[in-house]
């Protein structure tokens, strides 16, 4: 069981160049979510998606795109790589029914994608 | 609204110790509390949960944590630390009805001296 799978581990972009950090779980769960973890921040919600089909923001979405094809992927994609984007990004996945968030199941985490834009 | 803090940015205690982590809320309707913890390099990992009923919650390791509501805390508390206890803490948070995001402290950096 590989639980929560994010590729890749390290990135170093420029800055404009665009790219896909990819997320995957194999629990079958309804609710997926991207973290950016940035010093003295703590963690911070980019977008989420509580089923194929449906997403919306966090707090932080802007020059971030997400969409939710199937139930086991959630790819984050980064249209025009910025500086302020340097980042360790975290996917997280938890049970719940299509279009809700459980209330006592805790997030599984991936072990994170380290982003350097230049 | 939702919000968590954590007002201490690192804890420092001798091995053996008991130690405390500190938490509080705001948010709205019924809380659901959550700690994990992060280690070096890797993604975190769910410690343990306040959902309703007892306000002493126990969790993986041998830690606890005290839900007040009172004063909206819910701190991370254990007997007895460990140098292997070092590590970063995560105090998480949503709100009950149909919030469907889980708000994050800043994270508590606890260093066990031996």
């Known amino acids: 069981n590989a639980g929560v799978t994010q590729t890749p581990k390290f990135q170093v972009l420029k800055t404009g160049q665009s790219m896909t950090l990819q997320c995957a779980q194999d629990?079958?769960?309804?609710?997926m979510s991207w973290y950016r973890q940035d010093p003295g921040m703590g963690l911070r919600l980019i977008h989420y998606?509580?089923?194929?089909?449906?997403?919306d923001q966090g707090e932080v979405p802007n020059g971030y795109n997400v969409s939710r094809s199937t139930t086991e992927d959630f790819p984050l994609r980064l249209l025009s790589a910025a500086p302020s984007q340097t980042s360790v990004y975290f996917c997280?996945?938890?049970?719940?029914?299509?279009?809700?968030?459980?209330?006592?199941?805790?997030?599984?985490f991936g072990n994170g994608t380290r982003l350097t834009v230049t | 609204a939702q919000s968590v803090a954590q007002p201490e940015d690192q804890v420092n205690v001798a091995e053996g110790n008991p130690l405390t982590v500190k938490c509080t809320y705001s948010?709205?309707?019924?809380?659901?509390l959550f700690w994990y913890v992060q280690y070096p390099n890797r993604g975190l990992q769910f410690l343990l949960k306040?959902?309703?009923?007892?306000?002493l919650v126990k969790g993986s390791y041998g830690f606890e944590a005290e839900f007040n509501k009172s004063q909206t805390s819910f701190h991370l508390k254990k007997p007895s630390a460990l140098v292997s206890d070092s590590a970063l803490y995560f105090c998480?948070?949503?709100?009950?009805?149909?919030?469907?995001?889980?708000?994050f402290g800043t994270g508590t950096k606890l260093q066990v001296i031996p």
């Open positions: 998606s509580v089923g194929a089909g449906i997403t």
């Open positions: 948010v709205s309707g019924n809380p659901y």
């Open positions: 998480a948070g949503r709100a009950s009805g149909g919030y469907q995001k889980v708000t």
């Open positions: 306040y959902i309703t009923g007892d306000n």
């Open positions: 629990m079958n769960h309804e609710y």
């Open positions: 997280a996945s938890s049970y719940g029914r299509r279009g809700y968030l459980s209330y006592n199941s805790p997030l599984h």
